[in-house]
């Protein structure tokens, strides 16, 4: 969204954001030169189907429709960027008002109810444009409403280089194969299959050691200490390290050889995946939507389909033995990444959707 809405206001158009609450982005849009309010806004989820919650579903419904009559009297600009699948009176608010509305969707999963998922995504049968983040995301989008297919464009996100870069891998395997975790602490991501992959390994006498930096979401602290109980049981406290929370991750990137995705359901898109081989690291993930579709072109990048501790540890075990065969493809698949994934490129593809169906 950042680059998207920076790439419109190079192109002269006059840009205004609304963000649903207060946090870090404000101090970016600022830095910027872009002008900003907040505006509490609903977020949609699955719980909204449920009978308690439709009251204040309705009610957030007659809210949204009744600011877009206002909007439209208020005359602010002839389109309206909505950066996430949102409630579709907002949508519907916005060609209210008058406004070239474009959706950007950025969340997919095919193993949710074709009902649940079509309610869910209705607000992109009311937008004059929709981007995806992936083809994968647009197929799922397509899947419940298929007519949408001239509307959806597939647009990646922007990724940029990491500065300063990451020393390069040593062209010789190293000592001790160091790898690194970034995310969530939770069942879906995987972490669980990290934690016991590395475990295998060093039964089977592998000098490795695993970094995981993030933390569980309210609520599901109780994970969290399942992860360590695993680690304490098992004698590894030395071998698998905590760091919880960090909101700057690049030096751990940099510190280590290999990132591990190994998400247990869908991804739009593997963003973490792609940033880590931009910064010249090894990265293992999940082979499956979003995640096979970011290294389907990537040749040092190992796509793991057996969602078991073995399964993992022996494709680790290939690239600790052939580590020299895998370290030279490292550059080519940076390069295809950037070309893929460049800033000025993307931006200028996305505030295109918007700039060609309205130029006015």
Known sequence: MLELVTAWARKGHGVSLALGEAGPLEGELT??????????MPVLRGE??????????????????????????????????????????????????????????????ISRPRLVRAVLSASALCANTVIANSRFTKDVLLDSWPHLKDKVEVVYNPIDVPSPMPMALPSRRPEELKLLYLGRLSERKGVELAVRAVIELLNRGLPVQLTIVGSAFRGNEDFEIGLRKLVAINKVDNKIRFQGFVPHVGSFVAENH??????????????????????????????????????NDLSAALRVSDMTPVAWADAITDLWERWEDYQQLIESDQQTLKLRHDPITISKMAADCITMANPH
């Not at 002839?78 to 949102?86: C, K």
């Not at 739009?268 to 293992?284: D, K, M, P």
């Open 258 to 295: 290999m990132v591990m995705v190994p998400s247990q359901r869908e991804e739009s898109y593997g963003n973490v995946a792609a940033e880590a081989a931009l910064a010249g690291r090894f990265v293992a993930v999940a082979d499956h939507t979003g995640l096979h579709e970011v290294t």
């Open 48 to 109: 909204i189907l449920r009978p308690r919650r439709l009251p204040g579903f309705l009610r957030d419904i007659i809210h949204d429709l009744g600011q877009g009559l206002k909007d439209r009297q208020r005359g602010r600009g002839p389109a309206r960027y909505i950066s996430t699948l949102t409630m579709p009176s907002q949508v519907i608010a916005s060609r209210l008002a008058g406004r070239h509305t474009v959706l950007h969707v950025h969340e997919a999963e």
């Open 31 to 40: 830095r910027r030169g872009l002008e900003y309010e907040l505006i509490p």
